[in-house]
């Protein structure tokens, strides 16, 4: 009997075995005629065990290039798309050019400090208004990634430092209630006799 265990490693198992079995035996093959027929007559077996790859435009390419990948990229056969190199199939991908910044507290986000940076783009009226919105935006952001309360004080602090700039508050300024961040929606209730 014989077992996953002792038997050679899956290339692509979406394939299956037997896909990889039958690529490894055309790659026995000596006559390079018989080969590419053999390859050919493959690909549409590939295509009908791998539906998902019909949804791309390049499907047929994509055959070709999983059909050289199980082959080891070692099948000299006439096929009318050009083997891919292994090289570049493995190189790993440049590392995105993540922009971090100089972040104080990092939990309250760059959009939110973007935005305190424009307060005094504003009118005194709307920079009041701006101010409580934003303050309520860093105590739902604090309690989210904190998961507990958090006195007003403390965001105000955070806030003046996080702005940089002198910043008057509202004196009746009153914030979004801890419970009210942390309450799970209620679901709506339906009422049964007016679906029917």
């Known amino acids: ?8 490693e899956l290339i692509l198992a979406e394939y299956g075995r037997h896909i990889q079995k039958l690529v490894q035996h055309i790659k026995t093959i000596e006559d390079k005629d018989e080969r590419s027929k053999a390859a050919h007559a493959l690909i549409p077996v590939m295509a009908q065990v791998n539906t998902n ?3 791309n435009g390049d499907y047929k ?11 080891d990229f070692d099948l000299d056969i006439d096929a009318p798309f050009e083997m891919p190199k292994k090289e570049v199939l493995n190189r790993k991908p440049d590392p995105l ?5 100089k972040f104080k507290k990092k939990h309250y986000g760059k959009i939110i400090q973007n935005m305190m940076d424009k307060i005094d783009n504003y009118s005194p009226e709307e920079q009041e208004v701006l101010i ?20 007003d004080d403390v965001i105000i602090d955070d806030f003046i430092k996080l702005a940089e700039k002198d910043i008057t508050f509202k004196e009746d300024i009153k914030l979004v209630e801890t ?8 679901k709506k209730k339906t009422n049964r006799k007016n679906r029917n």
Not at 1 to 8: H, P, V
Not at 61 to 71: G, Q, V
């Open 1 to 8: 009997m014989e077992y996953n265990t002792t038997r050679d």
């Open 53 to 55: 790859l019909r949804e």
């Open 61 to 71: 390419h994509k055959l070709w290039d999983h059909l050289f990948i199980m082959a």
């Open 97 to 101: 050019p993540y922009t971090q910044g």
């Open 132 to 151: 409580e919105l934003l303050a309520n935006q860093l105590k739902k952001s604090y309690v989210k990634w904190n998961k507990e309360a958090v006195n």
């Open 179 to 186: 419970r009210n961040i942390l309450a799970k929606p209620k």
